[in-house]
Antibody, heavy 123, light 108 residues
Framework: QVKLVESGGGVVQPGGSLRVSCAAT????????MHWVRQAPGKGLEWMAF????????YYSASVKGRFTISRDNSKNTVILQMSSLRIEDTAVFYC????????????????WGQGTLVTVSS | SYVLTQSPSVSVAPGETATVTCGGD??????VHWYQQKPGQAPVLVIS???DRPSGIPERFSGSNSGNTATLSISRVEAGDEADYFC????????????FGPGTRVTV
C-alpha cells in the first residue's frame, strides 16, 4: 500500500542545521509531486515546501524560503528537506505528503501523509 | 498573502449535521480542499476540489464553494467524526502560495 516514512528529526540548537527525509513506497514516486508540512505543538498545519514530480519546480513558504531546501531523488524514492538557520519557532512535527494527482504542474491536495518526525530547536 | 478564516469550534449532536466554513476573498475562484485530523494522527483528505470525495470517505462528507465561503458538511454525525478540520487552497501569486486555514474543532 502507499506509505510515507519520515526520519531524521531530533534536537538541534538555534542556528543549526538538520536534514529530514521521507521514504516512499507503494506508488510510482517519480510521477507525483511531494510536500513538506509542519505542525507546531498544539497548533495548526503550516505548509513548508513542494517539489514537482520531476524535481524541476519548487515552491516555498515565505517563512522558510532561503533557509530550507526541498529536493527529491527519484531513483531512491526519497524526498528531503534540508533545514538551516533553525529557530526556536521551527519546532514542530514535520510531515511529508504525496499529491493526490500524478503529473501535476501546480501543487494540489495531498492524499497520503507520513506519521511525521519531530524537530525540536532548543538550546 | 491569501488568508483563510475558520471558526475555532463547532459543536454538534450525534445524528445531526455539522457545518464547517472557510472564508476567503472570492474563494469561489479557487479550489478548496478539506482535511480531517484526529489527535495524534496525520491529516486525512476528506474533500478535494471543492466537492470531490476521495476513495474511502463516507458520503456523509460533502463540500461546496461559493462567493467568499467554502463549506464542509458532515451529515448524520458520528462520534468518530470528532476532529480538527482544515481547509486549504493554492494561491499562485502569493509569497505564501499553499495556504491552510487555522482549523475548526468539531465536537460531537
Amino acid at each position: 500500500q502507499v506509505k510515507l516514512v519520515e526520519s531524521g528529526g531530533g534536537v538541534v540548537q538555534p542556528g543549526g542545521s538538520l536534514r529530514v527525509s521521507c521514504a516512499a513506497t507503494g506508488f510510482t514516486f517519480r510521477s507525483y509531486g511531494m510536500h513538506w508540512v509542519r505542525q507546531a505543538p498544539g497548533k495548526g498545519l503550516e505548509w513548508m515546501a513542494f517539489v514537482r514530480y520531476d524535481g524541476d519546480k519548487k515552491y516555498y513558504s515565505a517563512s522558510v524560503k532561503g533557509r530550507f531546501t526541498i529536493s527529491r531523488d527519484n531513483s531512491k524514492n526519497t524526498v528531503i528537506l534540508q533545514m538551516s538557520s533553525l529557530r526556536i519557532e521551527d519546532t514542530a512535527v514535520f510531515y511529508c505528503a504525496k499529491e493526490l494527482r500524478s503529473g501535476t504542474y501546480a501543487p494540489g491536495p495531498t492524499d497520503t501523509w507520513g506519521q511525521g518526525t519531530l524537530v525540536t530547536v532548543s538550546s | 498573502s491569501y488568508v483563510l478564516t475558520q471558526s475555532p469550534s463547532v459543536s454538534v449532536a450525534p445524528g445531526e449535521t455539522a457545518t464547517v466554513t472557510c472564508g476567503g476573498d472570492n474563494i469561489a475562484a479557487k479550489s478548496v480542499h478539506w482535511y480531517q485530523q484526529k489527535p495524534g494522527q496525520a491529516p486525512v483528505l476528506v474533500i478535494s476540489y471543492d466537492r470531490d470525495r476521495p476513495s474511502g470517505i463516507p458520503e456523509r462528507f460533502s463540500g461546496s464553494n461559493s462567493g467568499n465561503t467554502a463549506t464542509l458538511s458532515i451529515s448524520r454525525v458520528e462520534a468518530g467524526d470528532e476532529a480538527d478540520y482544515f481547509c486549504q487552497v493554492w494561491d499562485s501569486g502569493s509569497d505564501n502560495p499553499y495556504v491552510f486555514g487555522p482549523g475548526t474543532r468539531v465536537t460531537v
